[in-house]
């Protein structure tokens, strides 16, 4: 049976559960938050953000925290190489 995602009252800790799973001091920004709940609700996210903001953390969060990520998959799309390419030629 394939992953459904998780319903709203399993989400209750979030913050918590991200902050000891990455062994933070600090709490995720809300973006981060925001875009790791609505993935284990099991909703398509797009984040744009730049250079060094915390995309990783989005991408890796639900892979973290619920047992059944292998049932999930997470693509990442960056057009940096596409940029650099364009840079040299």
């Known amino acids: 049976k394939a ?14 559960k991200i ?3 990455f ?3 600090h709490s995720p920004r809300e ?11 099991h909703k398509y996210v797009l984040v744009h953000a730049g250079t060094g903001s915390g ?7 639900p892979h973290a925290l619920v047992d059944k990520s292998k ?5 990442m799309v960056s057009p940096l190489l596409a940029f650099q390419e364009e840079q040299v030629s």
């Open 23 to 25: 062994n933070w001091a």
């Open 3 to 16: 992953w459904t995602g998780l319903r709203p009252k399993d989400l209750e800790g979030l913050n918590k």
């Open 71 to 75: 049932e999930m998959v997470t693509f």
């Open 55 to 61: 995309k990783t953390t989005i991408a890796a969060g």
């Open 31 to 41: 973006f981060q938050l925001e875009a790791i709940k609505a993935q284990l609700l």
């Open 19 to 21: 902050r000891e799973k």
